[in-house]
């Protein structure tokens, strides 16, 4: 079974967490920076990622 990994907007600016964790993995002021975590962590790792938009209504598979 393959982990997600979540990016979305947050009151800190940008987080990232990984599946089954409440709190973020690690939060970004800018969403380029987050993104190009995300990307890179998800690579190394095998995650799966998704951007979540809207306050979680829904998610987005990023490629």
């Known amino acids: 079974m393959m ?3 979540y990016f979305y907007q947050c009151s800190d600016g940008w ?3 990984r599946e089954y964790e409440d709190i973020p993995h690690k939060t970004f002021k800018s969403e380029d920076e987050a993104r190009e ?4 962590l998800s690579h190394i790792k095998g995650y799966k990622l998704f951007v979540i938009r809207d ?6 598979r990023v490629i």
């Open 3 to 5: 982990i997600e990994m």
């Open 15 to 17: 987080a990232v967490r």
């Open 37 to 40: 975590y995300a990307k890179t």
């Open 55 to 60: 306050g979680g209504n829904g998610r987005d």
